[in-house]
């Protein structure tokens, strides 16, 4: 079945670059995606990349997709306060219909 | 406007009390979605409606109803609910069921059963 994990927390100082890191287990998935939820909030799509990339760049995000060891990453740059929240990231199965999340990231950014 | 919206924001009900949540979206989105969201957890599928029709029942209890009227709207019909059941409900559109490339979420509504 599919499964996702992500470690529990990450504490960065603002101004560093802070890396998030995700395993999936199900390698027919067509997209990966990073979401953001901040307290008491929705989930905020930041970014997704399709399966046969292995790199996506948007402003001060960069995600990294190595299908070999199903691992995926999200890299912000310059890491502000308003960045400190819950991420989480997800697969989306073969079929893509049905999205499949990890247990989510706290980061706490410290200024 | 790229904007799910969820009603109500809250909701307290008793257990032998029936209410609804609504989802809305006018982004011409063909695919809807209900997730539920326990505390420090993160959203499980429930419901996927593609093109008004249910296309997916992730084996949720029956006191749980959706319904989508038209392609904007979606529903969640609440009945007979447990204490467990409380949690955050999030609605979600994307353009079809088949390609989910942007998953676009509302900001919930938060039940509390009594």
């Known amino acids: 079945g599919e499964d996702v994990e992500q470690s529990l927390f990450l504490s960065v100082r603002e101004g560093d670059s802070s890396v998030i890191n995700c395993t999936y287990t199900?390698?027919?998935?067509?997209?990966l995606y990073w979401y953001k939820q901040e307290p008491g909030a929705g989930l905020q799509l930041l970014t997704y990349i399709f399966s046969n990339m292995d790199m996506k760049q948007d402003q001060r995000l960069t995600v990294l997709l190595n299908k070999k060891d199903k691992h995926l990453s999200l890299r912000i740059a310059d890491t502000q306060t308003g960045d400190s929240a819950i991420y989480f990231c997800a697969e989306s199965g073969a079929a893509g219909n049905k999205l499949t999340f990890g247990g989510g990231t706290r980061v706490l950014v410290k200024p | 406007d790229t904007e799910v919206t969820q009603t109500p924001k809250h909701l307290v009900m008793g257990m032998t009390n029936k209410k609804s949540l609504k989802c809305e979206q006018h982004m011409g989105h063909r695919a809807m979605y209900w997730y539920k969201q326990k505390a420090k957890k993160p959203p499980e599928l429930m419901f996927v409606?593609?093109?008004?029709?249910?296309?997916i029942n992730e084996s949720v209890p029956s006191r749980f109803s959706p319904e989508c009227p038209n392609s904007s709207l979606l529903n969640l019909h609440l009945h007979a609910l447990q204490p467990e059941d409380s949690a955050l409900y999030l609605c979600a559109s994307s353009q079809d069921a088949g390609y989910t490339g942007e998953l676009f979420f509302g900001e919930g509504s938060r039940l509390t059963v009594l």
């Open positions: 409606y593609s093109y008004e029709k249910l296309s």
């Open positions: 199900d390698s027919s998935s067509t997209y």
